[in-house]
């Protein structure tokens, strides 16, 4: 089953929304990185989501909320070594992380959630 990956500038939003996935998704992991190493400012960590992409030893869609959390997602994306896919999923990070989730936890596969995100929500 494939995994998702939540990066925000804000920890709270990240493990917020990771909660509610586990509540309405129970079978399928999902990762939050939020906010700075603090965890008390606001902004990402590209150390803290490179290290986390790395973790993560299945297929992953990948769900950012602004700026420079793409940025630096993007770029561990780019440095990502593994081979697992790893996609990353141009949707609101609640909304279509939420949809994506309910679609894996009912054996889905990673392209299936993909589709099913991309006709509720414009992604490239």
Do not use: W
């Not at 920890?11 to 509610?20: C, H, M, N, S």
């Not at 965890?39 to 803290?48: M, P, V, Y």
């Not at 989730?101 to 991309?118: I, Q, W, Y």
């Amino acid at each position: 089953m494939s995994a998702i990956l939540l990066v925000s500038h804000s920890r709270d939003i990240a493990e917020g929304t990771r909660q509610l996935l586990k509540q309405m998704a129970g079978d399928v992991d999902v990762y939050a990185v939020g906010g700075v190493e603090d965890g008390k400012e606001i902004g990402t960590s590209f150390d803290a989501i490179q290290e986390r992409i790395n973790q993560i030893n299945e297929d992953l869609m990948c769900f950012y909320d602004l700026g420079s959390a793409e940025m630096n997602l993007d770029m561990a994306l780019e440095m990502y070594e593994g081979n697992c896919e790893r996609v990353k999923v141009e949707a609101p990070i609640v909304e279509g992380s939420f949809t994506a989730a309910v679609k894996l936890s009912t054996g889905a596969s990673l392209n299936d959630a993909l589709e099913e995100v991309k006709k509720h929500y414009a992604f490239k």
